[in-house]
């Protein structure tokens, strides 16, 4: 279970918090940025975890009303098993490099403007919307470009909207990919692969506001196929992240979040004014789904901890995606959550258990979505109608 420690939280997102948190980053168009100090030079508060009866997560994707508004040895963490908790426009066509010499320096040599840029270029948001009201409200969440051909990996609780494309009508719900700060259409996207795991055990849950999950197998991929503006074409090659692909993280390493929080926004301010956010933060604590692999990241007391930033990205100083958040703790303030993300390294682990990896994946897109939506997605698109339809 968690672990009782001393926990680091960044002062003015506590002063602030609530719809205040939406002001600031209204504020600051010229950077549309929450950009926070290195931990060397946050100012830091020290308080107990709450008791774990207390603790709960929230899956962070936000649903709308649009008509109103390691080394492990030294990680004793490792030990406890994840527990099952309440879930609740690039700048330019080329991918920025990060120099080699950034990836072997120091946290005080980092070139923190220059990593936060390049991962930005990479963040998009995804959202779903219906033609009319019916079950689903409408879905915004976050995703992160993991190869110059287009493949997003993002949470599948997100994903799972593109399986019912045409449920109960032929183009029912309409997802795009938007990117910028503000978003704006960007891309059309279909699904790549998403985990049969994650559907059939979360199936009853897929219109609960808040439901009960670890997030494990709660990731998902997808291609963009094409412009949303139909007169222009996609840059070739799309921003980028390169991923991890073993788990060196121990707490109190500094990490690089962002996405598209939307959590104190209503649906008319989503479709208009849903704005890109990074931050700082710093590792507080890693879990094991099973034991001895790093399977999740989890991060306190960050202004990023909002509903819409599922699928959005957690990078380590080397600049590589590390984790992709799923889950959060429930809290009114942003400042006393706990924001948790499933490993680069776990996602693989998961996908050779079906003979998939993520370097396949990256490889071979069209064939595997092709494969995946001809195999595994009619019983999977099955399999969530049926639930709908018992309701």
Not at 4 to 25: C, D, E, Q, R, S
Not at 135 to 143: D, E, L, Q, W
Not at 207 to 224: H, K, R, W, Y
Request: charge should be negative.
């Amino acid at each position: 279970m968690f672990k009782k420690a001393p926990l680091l939280a960044l002062f003015f997102v506590m002063a602030l918090g609530g719809a205040t948190v939406y002001n600031l980053i209204k504020s600051r168009e010229d950077t549309t940025i929450s950009f926070y100090l290195p931990k060397s030079e946050h100012i830091t508060l020290e308080y107990n975890l709450p008791k774990k009866e207390e603790i709960k997560t929230v899956l962070l994707k936000e649903d709308t009303d649009l008509e109103s508004s390691s080394e492990t040895d030294k990680v004793p963490s490792l030990q406890h098993k994840f527990p099952t908790v309440s879930v609740s426009e690039p700048l330019s066509g080329t991918d920025i490099q990060l120099e080699n010499s950034v990836t072997e320096k120091k946290e005080d040599e980092v070139d923190f403007q220059k990593l936060n840029l390049a991962v930005r270029q990479s963040i998009v948001n995804i959202i779903c919307t219906t033609k009319f009201g019916g079950y689903f409200a409408p879905t915004s969440g976050s995703g992160t470009v993991v190869s110059p051909n287009g493949v997003i990996l993002t949470a599948a609780h997100l994903a799972q909207y593109f399986l019912l494309k045409d449920y109960p009508v032929e183009n029912f719900i309409e997802c795009v990919v938007r990117t910028g700060s503000p978003a704006s259409p960007a891309y059309t996207a279909r699904l790549l692969y998403l985990p049969p795991d994650w559907i059939e055990n979360n199936a009853t849950n897929l219109t609960e506001e808040n439901l009960l999950s670890t997030g494990e197998n709660d990731f998902a991929f997808l291609l963009i196929t094409g412009r949303a503006i139909k007169d222009k074409t996609v840059p070739e090659p799309l921003p980028f992240l390169p991923y991890t692909e073993i788990s060196t993280e121990v707490p109190g390493d500094s990490v690089l979040i962002s996405g598209y929080p939307a959590g104190f926004l209503d649906g008319i301010a989503i479709q208009k004014d849903l704005y890109l956010t990074s931050s700082f933060g710093q590792i507080d604590n890693l879990y094991s789904f099973t034991e001895g692999s790093v399977d999740v990241i989890s991060i306190f007391g960050n202004i990023i901890s909002q509903k819409g930033v599922s699928g959005g990205a957690v990078v380590n100083l080397k600049g590589e995606l590390s984790g992709v958040l799923v889950t959060a703790t429930e809290n009114p303030q942003t400042s006393e959550r706990y924001l948790n993300a499933i490993t680069l390294p776990y996602i693989n682990r998961a996908l050779e258990e079906q003979d998939l990896s993520i370097g396949k994946i990256l490889s071979s897109p069209e064939s595997v979505a092709d494969n995946f939506n001809r195999e595994i997605a009619p019983s999977l698109k099955k399999i969530l109608v049926d639930s709908i339809e018992k309701r």
